[in-house]
């Protein structure tokens, strides 16, 4: 959405109009806050590979990685045909054979508490799932998987309707160095803090976009967000 559909100085004439912007705005995020956990996923193969390429040399932990492949290869194969009985079975089978790697540290524990999480997560267990995400970025702060981890975790505690740990989460995963999702995370935390009435983070996490990923989409959204917020006397 673009920056201009909402103006400072607007007459009442405009009010429906900003209601509208703000409508749209909430109704896209709350559209593409599972898609894009998903499209975290991917990264987190990809960050994923990078680390067992570059990083493993110990046999045991290579042993550890291979078992979490053929894990992670039975619970995925032909998912998508899958009766939800079936899916339910392979779920919990997963999850049964996860649980030895679960209290591992580095990249092991890290993958592992990442895919069980996600588990989780197609199950609607948002508790578990937040748990989850948190204990795999634990497992593995200087991961690139932590950022998408404590973002997660936010989409999980705001299933819960947990605003306060979501905003937390968000801004954890928004500056760690190298995430290049930020300005979404960023945007995110600005919207939970609206929701908690605090305006001043609110304002503090839409203007970081605007002054640090001018080019990104979300620019154009906070922007949007700062001058409706302007609009409506929450911000001075």
Known sequence: MAANVLTLGSGNSDKAEKKGAQEKVESFMMRNRV??????????????????????????????????????????????ELSDSDAA??????????????????IVGARANMLAADIYFQKKDWN????????????GEKLYTAAICHYNAGVCAEEL??????????????????????????FNLGRVSESL????????SYQKII???????????????????TAAGKLE
């Open 35 to 80: 898609p894009l956990l998903a499209c975290i996923g991917i990264l987190a193969v990809a960050a994923i590979t990078l680390c067992v390429v570059f990083g493993v040399s110990e046999s045991v932990r290579g042993k550890n990685l291979a078992a979490l492949d053929s894990i992670e290869y039975a619970f995925a194969k032909g998912g998508s």
């Open 161 to 186: 309707g947990d605003n306060q740990s979501a905003a937390s989460c968000y801004e954890t995963a928004a500056g760690k160095e190298g995430f290049n999702l930020a300005p979404h995370a960023l």
């Open 211 to 229: 002054d640090t990923y001018s080019g990104d989409e979300f620019a154009k959204l906070a922007h949007s967000r700062l001058i409706a917020l």
């Open 128 to 139: 578990a799932a937040k748990d989850g995400y948190l204990k795999a970025a634990a497992a």
């Open 89 to 106: 079975a392979r779920q919990t089978a997963a999850l049964e054979s996860l649980a030895a790697y679960l209290s591992k540290g580095g």
């Open 197 to 204: 009435s605090d305006f001043a983070k609110a304002k503090e």
